[in-house]
């Protein structure tokens, strides 16, 4: 199956800068989603991007899907950023179920 | 804004116990699915309804485990006996065709 990995696996910053987690991924994709974990264990959606670039506030993602891989930006971060964020595909063969990452732990310092 | 609903939210319970939880998936979504995530890795999927058929049980500890969604709407799952390991994090996702929306989430402990 679609092997998904995302790096870094942890990460620690100071209020204020910016981060970039990346997602490369093993297959051809239908489906790619961003979501943001918080501490109560519900996943949140950031972005559903098989493709392109989109921007919401803070965040942007872009996926290059001919080189099988997705960034994730986050600017001027905040302590409400910290989480793990997780990065989950669908490949074009599967019947459209997440195969997820294992997550970049965000910490955000005050 | 409407939201995949989970209950109960947190359970603890003796090994060899029976336990159950419940999803109602967003109003119109045709796909469901029931995710385990343990402690430190990503979600995995156990299985996926299409209205009230299972389009993927593959990874369903068949056993000890079971899904239904009879009426193609809300869904239960049911272990019987609950082992040590089956301490997780339970998610529903429903999905009207591309995103998959997600809920709060049941976390089981087994003691």
């Known amino acids: 199956g679609i092997q998904v990995e995302q790096s870094p696996p942890d990460l620690i910053l100071q209020e204020g800068a910016n981060s970039t987690l990346r997602c490369n991924f093993s297959d051809s994709v239908n489906n790619l989603q961003w979501f943001h974990q918080n501490p109560w264990g519900q996943l949140i959606n950031l972005f559903y991007i098989p493709s392109g670039t989109k921007q919401n506030g803070r965040l942007s993602a872009t996926t290059v899907a001919t080189e099988r891989y997705s960034l994730l930006y986050i600017s001027s971060s905040q302590t409400t950023d910290s989480g793990v964020y997780f990065c989950a595909v669908d490949s074009i063969q599967g019947a459209q179920k997440l195969v997820f990452g294992q997550g970049t732990r965000l910490t955000i310092n005050p | 804004e409407a939201e995949v609903a989970q209950s109960p939210r947190y359970k603890i319970t003796e090994k060899s116990q029976a336990v159950a939880f419940w999803c109602d998936p967003i109003?119109?979504?045709?796909?469901l699915y029931w995710y385990r995530q343990i402690l430190g890795q990503g979600p995995e999927l156990l299985v996926q309804f299409q209205d009230e058929s299972v389009v993927d049980d593959s990874q369903l500890p068949k056993d000890r485990f079971s899904a239904e969604r009879l009426k193609g709407v809300d869904s239960t799952l049911k272990i019987q006996p609950a082992e040590l390991g089956d301490s997780a994090m339970y998610l529903c996702?429903?999905?009207?065709?591309?995103?998959?929306?997600f809920g709060p989430g049941t976390r089981l402990l087994v003691l």
């Open positions: 109003s119109g979504h045709a796909t």
């Open positions: 996702a429903s999905s009207p065709g591309g995103t998959q929306y």
